[in-house]
């Protein structure tokens, strides 16, 4: 027999609920809407899209599966807000909760996707709580092999009234769920591309709409496609909030980085690379395992260690290693450069080296 009522803890992000007998728990947020539910069949997660998926988010649900689910996670808060005794309030969310049907949350993915045309394509693993805004969308190179993201995505800025309807949009999505996003992430590839007269315009609407970030701003930056800035704008970002900028290096082998469809001139990179520390942003730097060929390898480890090495990285700082994900890549020889990248890469830098699984990234709710 199931216990009267399940176990509640608050949290920043909202209340996670546990009924212990039958082993299901709950996470909701300040509005009801559920973001994860936990049962025999398995752990779930919502998505920003519309998408749930299943236990590491590698299992897609079905639309069939999805009804199905968010009926059941339905039923569960109906059932516990029947036997609810306690907390007015907490009795009043799980009332709300259990009324959130199919429709309801059919709505806000049609909203997410007028709100983000382009969708979330990708974070870096430690900013995946972010919240996002987009202020441009695309890339302004999209000559990368191996990028599965951008290619089909011109770069794009918003005008200040596309950009303030942006931002209405995320308010209305995300309600009071802005208040658990402590973080904030200027999309999309490329925010430094922006002059940086547009770029602080955009922060000034931003900070006007949705107040201030305590976790810091971070974006990505291409230095070979950013605009030119002095010592002393790089120093106003930093001063504003940016506190992390990351650059794709994907190799320190100039040769295979033109064959990847960057810059082979690294010098670009090493000299962005300094003026984000100088200013006191910290950087984050994207590798790729298993773009060499096999006989490549070893050259491609030695390169690459070393040209990270002459960034001077700090422990602020992070190396995302990042299996590249083809069908023409063998399996065995990129997991082999992935241990010899990250053995090398952590003896030569004081930074982090933390793997990036780019392809299960999601935006979760």
Request: glycine fraction near 8%.
């Amino acid at each position: 027999m199931h216990a009267p009522q399940p176990d509640v803890r608050k949290l920043s992000s909202g209340y996670k609920f546990e009924h212990q007998p039958s082993e299901t728990s709950v996470r909701l947020d300040h509005q009801g809407r559920w973001v994860s539910y936990r049962c025999d069949s398995g752990f779930y997660r919502r998505c920003m899209n519309g998408d749930i998926v299943c236990d590491k988010g590698e299992t897609l649900l079905s639309p069939a599966e999805k009804t199905g689910l968010i009926n059941k996670v339905a039923e569960t808060l109906n059932s516990w807000s029947q036997s609810w005794e306690g907390c007015a309030r907490i009795k009043s969310l799980l009332v709300t909760a259990g009324k959130l049907d199919f429709d309801y949350f059919q709505g806000l993915a049609i909203l997410y996707k007028d709100t983000y045309p382009e969708g979330v394509p990708i974070l870096p693993p430690d900013r995946y709580g972010d919240l996002v805004v987009q202020p441009v969308v695309g890339c302004p190179n999209r000559a990368c092999t191996f990028c599965a993201f951008y290619k089909d995505k011109p770069y794009k800025m918003l005008l200040a009234d596309q950009f303030s309807r942006h931002l209405q949009g995320v308010r209305m999505l995300f309600g009071e769920g802005l208040l658990a996003r402590d973080g904030l992430f200027v999309g999309s590839a490329n925010a430094m591309a922006l002059s940086q007269r547009r770029l602080l315009n955009y922060l000034e609407q931003i900070h006007g709409e949705l107040g201030e970030f305590k976790r810091g701003i971070a974006a990505f930056a291409d230095p070979d496609f950013s605009a030119p800035r002095s010592t002393e704008q790089w120093q106003e970002l930093a001063n504003l909030g940016f506190d992390r900028l990351v650059v794709g290096l994907e190799t320190g082998w100039g040769t295979l980085r033109g064959k990847l469809g960057k810059s082979a001139d690294l010098s670009k990179v090493q000299q962005a690379v300094y003026d984000y520390k100088r200013a006191g942003i910290g950087v984050g730097i994207t590798v790729l395992a298993g773009a060499s060929e096999p006989a490549s390898q070893q050259g491609n480890v030695q390169r690459t260690a070393r040209f990270v090495k002459t960034l001077e990285l700090e422990r602020q700082d992070i190396v995302y290693l990042s299996p590249l994900e083809s069908a023409s890549v063998d399996k065995k020889q990129r997991a082999r450069e992935f241990h010899q990248l990250k053995e090398k890469l952590s003896a030569c830098t004081v930074a982090k080296v933390i793997p990036y699984q780019m392809q299960r990234f999601r935006y979760y709710c």
